[in-house]
């Protein structure tokens, strides 16, 4: 059974298993990277607080449309094997002021801010892990974003 095969066949009760989750979390990761990596790319400087050294790092973002939505998709890679994803999804609401969700995935071995977090505008206060949900919808959206992009010779 291949990957995407085995995230369109939850369990008999619609839960997903760990295994399933493990695979979503591994796509979302490779296909936000890749999507943003597409996008434009710039070399940004930040001072690290902890060690006084100024840090240089690439910083790729690439803005689509989804579902009617506007999706920004960003990756940091930074020195040391160290990387953040950002995809942070506009809504435009009848009003026509937007409304932002901003789904952020760092390494898990981040103290401050490991793995998979979410913030949604005027909801929440802060960033909170990922719902089950989140992390189908997110993966289903990156999938549907990489399909549509032209493909790298």
Known sequence: ?????????????????????QVI?????????????????????????????????????????????????????????RWQIQVTKIIIQNTGRSLMVSYSVRMDDDKSFPGFQIYEESVDDSYRPFNIEEYVLLNRVLLGIQSALPQKA
């Open 1 to 21: 059974m291949n990957s995407n095969q085995q995230m369109d066949n939850p369990t008999a009760e619609g839960s997903v298993t760990q295994e399933q989750l």
């Open 25 to 81: 979390k591994t796509s979302i990761v490779t296909n936000a990277r890749n999507i943003a990596m597409q996008g434009i790319k710039t070399v940004k400087s930040t001072d690290d607080s902890t060690t006084g050294d100024n840090l240089t790092y690439d910083w790729w973002e690439n803005e689509q449309s989804f579902d009617n939505n506007f999706w920004s998709i960003s990756f940091w890679d930074y020195p040391n094997n």
